[in-house]
């Protein structure tokens, strides 16, 4: 468990001792060959709330990108599509006139094919990445090859430049999940458009937009005084 955590975290050690942990109980209760299961020990570590950023904020950092991390990051928080995913996309799985994308599932998290509706900002991004490299099948490259990493030195130095903490390639997908929320798109929405397997993923970003529970906290009303009888009042 202490050298996983080292290698990569405590969340990701606690993901293989809870794989260990059903193993040795299918030992127990349905191959016995063990009597008792040994007790599995868990990091457990609390849930920090997930890294966005701002519009200022994320103005800021496109101003210190080169021109083809600057249009990958404008796809990345108008999509909400992960690292690989992203880069993995070739020109034959878009229809910009219908404004469609298509993701096949080996090349998604979730191992589903993930059909998305491009937003129409997305369209001059696309139009600026095929300009900047009009040859080979993949939409995102550099110097005519595909990019294999967002998450670069060029990245890091501009976060740092623009003075920012906790920020990596992936908090441009909570970038877009949380403006996405606070602009009025519904949890359910919000699991379909970035390709969540489920819906408890989202729930991180409810708090950001209470709005939608808005006819539910209305119904909350304190009790009315009772009125008093007039016998009541008489003895008053």
Same mark, same amino acid.
């Given at each position: 468990r202490?050298?996983?955590? $080292?290698?990569?975290?405590?969340?990701?050690a606690?993901?293989?001792?809870?794989?260990l942990?059903?193993?040795?109980?299918k030992?127990?209760?349905?191959w016995?060959v063990?009597?008792?299961?040994?007790?599995?020990?868990?990091?457990r570590?609390k849930t920090a $709330?997930?890294r966005?950023l701002?519009?200022?904020?994320f103005?800021?950092?496109?101003? $210190?990108?080169?021109?083809?991390?600057?249009?990958?990051?404008?796809f990345?928080?108008?999509?909400?599509?992960r690292?690989r995913?992203?880069l993995?996309?070739?020109?034959?799985?878009?229809d910009?006139k219908?404004?469609r994308?298509?993701?096949?599932? $080996?090349q998604?998290?979730?191992g589903?094919?993930?059909?998305m509706?491009?937003?129409a900002?997305?369209i001059?991004v696309?139009k600026?990445?095929?300009?900047?490299s009009?040859?080979?099948?993949h939409?995102?490259?550099?110097?005519?090859e595909p990019?294999?990493?967002c998450?670069?030195?060029?990245?890091?130095?501009?976060?740092?430049a623009?003075?920012l903490d906790?920020?990596?390639?992936?908090?441009?997908r909570?970038?877009f999940?949380?403006?996405?929320v606070?602009?009025g798109?519904s949890l359910?929405?919000?699991?379909?458009?970035?390709?969540w397997?489920?819906?408890?993923?989202v729930l991180?970003?409810?708090?950001?937009?209470?709005d939608?529970?808005?006819?539910?906290?209305?119904?909350?009303?304190?009790?009315?005084?009772?009125r008093?009888r007039?016998?009541?009042?008489?003895y008053?």
């Amino acid at each position: 468990r202490e050298l996983r955590a $080292e290698e990569s975290s405590q969340a990701t050690a606690d993901r293989f001792m809870a794989l260990l942990r059903a193993i040795l109980r299918k030992c127990v209760h349905d191959w016995e060959v063990l009597d008792v299961a040994p007790k599995v020990p868990m990091f457990r570590p609390k849930t920090a $709330e997930p890294r966005w950023l701002s519009p200022a904020e994320f103005a800021r950092l496109r101003k $210190e990108l080169p021109e083809h991390l600057a249009l990958a990051a404008d796809f990345a928080v108008l999509t909400g599509l992960r690292m690989r995913s992203m880069l993995a996309l070739t020109w034959s799985r878009i229809d910009m006139k219908k404004r469609r994308a298509w993701i096949p599932g $080996e090349q998604m998290k979730a191992g589903k094919t993930h059909g998305m509706r491009l937003p129409a900002d997305a369209i001059p991004v696309l139009k600026k990445l095929r300009k900047l490299s009009p040859d080979g099948d993949h939409v995102f490259q550099w110097h005519g090859e595909p990019i294999d990493d967002c998450n670069t030195k060029a990245f890091q130095d501009a976060v740092k430049a623009d003075g920012l903490d906790r920020v990596n390639w992936h908090t441009l997908r909570h970038t877009f999940a949380s403006w996405a929320v606070q602009k009025g798109v519904s949890l359910h929405e919000l699991m379909q458009l970035g390709g969540w397997s489920s819906y408890a993923m989202v729930l991180r970003y409810g708090h950001l937009a209470p709005d939608h529970l808005a006819a539910a906290a209305d119904k909350l009303r304190l009790p009315k005084p009772a009125r008093r009888r007039a016998t009541d009042a008489a003895y008053a």
